[in-house]
Every structure is written in structure tokens, then in C-alpha cells.
């Protein structure tokens, strides 16, 4: 069983940044493939990005492409999203996931564990 937690969601204005955390309780968190999802209000869960087990491959979804940047540290069992350049579609609850398996994947059917979430804002 892995438990994942994420932090550090919040308010910002449109053009700001804001860096997601997300710690899991894995004994060997290398073993997972991790990826970052999103749901904006009244709409379906999405892609945002994802990371393999030793953070030599990444993928983004196009929308956030360039703004984004997915990275992991194994020795603190932590997976992190930096976001750049944010924009008001970009509000939504941010979820990390977790992945038995060492490459990523864009499929929401494909992650075994799921954080809470952490509830992103952005002002206009």
C-alpha cells in the first residue's frame, strides 16, 4: 500500500508559479512510476504530467508543455511539479498518482495509488 500526499497548492495570480509536492510513504519509491493529474471544476480528471521510476523520462500534456516541469527525488521519496507562467485554465485539484511500474503513462486507469489532492487557484 502506498499512501501520497501533496502540498503546497494555493492562490496565485495569473503569469505567477507555484511548486506541488507530493511525499510518499512507499518502501521503495523507485519501484513507481509517478504522474500528476488534474480536475477543474465540473470537468473530467486530465492528464498533466508524468515522471518513470528514476526520472529519466518525462511527458507533459500539451497544454502545459513548456510551463511545467514534473521531477522526482528518490532519496526523499517526493515527486514535485513546478509551475511556470500559470494560467486561469490551469485552476483545478491537483493529484498525484502513483504507478507499479517503471515508465510512465498518460492513462488514469493506469495508476494503482492516488493522493487527496491540492486545490490550485488562479486569479485573472
Known amino acids: 500500500q502506498v499512501q501520497l500526499v501533496e502540498s503546497w497548492g494555493g492562490l496565485v495570480q495569473a503569469g505567477g508559479s507555484l511548486r506541488l509536492s507530493c511525499a510518499a510513504s512507499?518502501?521503495?519509491?523507485?519501484?513507481?512510476?509517478m504522474g500528476w493529474f488534474r480536475q477543474p471544476p465540473g470537468k473530467e480528471r486530465e492528464f498533466v504530467s508524468a515522471?518513470?521510476?528514476?526520472?529519466?523520462?518525462?511527458d507533459y500534456a500539451d497544454s502545459v508543455k513548456g510551463r511545467f516541469t514534473i521531477s522526482r527525488d528518490n532519496a526523499k521519496s517526493t515527486v514535485y511539479l513546478e509551475m511556470n507562467s500559470l494560467k486561469p485554465e490551469d485552476a483545478a485539484v491537483y493529484y498525484c498518482?502513483?504507478?507499479?511500474?517503471?515508465?510512465?503513462?498518460?492513462?488514469?486507469?493506469?495508476?494503482?495509488?492516488w493522493g487527496q489532492g491540492t486545490q490550485v487557484t488562479v486569479s485573472s
Open positions: 498518482a502513483a504507478r507499479a511500474a517503471l515508465a510512465p503513462s498518460r492513462r488514469r486507469d493506469g495508476y494503482d495509488y
Open positions: 512507499a518502501r521503495t519509491f523507485s519501484d513507481y512510476a
Open positions: 515522471i518513470s521510476f528514476n526520472g529519466g523520462m518525462t
